[in-house]
């Protein structure tokens, strides 16, 4: 399995970004995918989460209302819609994929490389 996150960048305060992850070697609608997110000095928290079918989603609530998770099971890409952005997201974020969905990093078994997203105020 490969998870291959895009999109970050550096975005002033009440901006936006959409991330994007592009998945290969897997059957890629039999998987939720997740982001996550990790800012220096903290631990890996959970930011969205997406079934295989796209039906059901689960999001932080520190970015309900301002984050949208999708997906294109014909492209094989998960995508992380990102707007109203504040410093505090600031920070590298991850994919990751497996069978089930959940809100833990220890859940999941696959996960990309991150991308860095800063936001400057």
């Known amino acids: 399995v490969q998870l291959q996150a895009s999109g970050g960048g550096l975005v002033q305060a009440g901006g936006s970004l959409r991330l994007s992850c592009a998945a290969s070697?897997?059957?890629?609608?039999?998987?939720?995918m997740a982001w996550f997110r990790q800012a220096p000095g903290k631990e890996r928290e959970f930011v969205a989460a997406i079934s295989g079918g796209g039906s059901r989603t689960n999001l932080a609530d520190s970015v309900k209302g301002r984050f949208t998770i999708s997906r294109d099971n014909a492209k094989n890409t998960v995508y992380l819609q990102m707007n109203s952005l504040k410093p505090e997201d600031t920070a590298v974020y991850y994919c990751?994929?497996?069978?089930?969905?959940?809100?833990?990093?220890?859940?999941?078994?696959?996960w990309g490389q991150g991308t860095l997203v800063t936001v400057s105020s």
């Open positions: 070697r897997l059957t890629f609608s039999r998987y939720c």
């Open positions: 990751a994929a497996d069978i089930f969905l959940s809100t833990s990093t220890r859940a999941y078994a696959y």
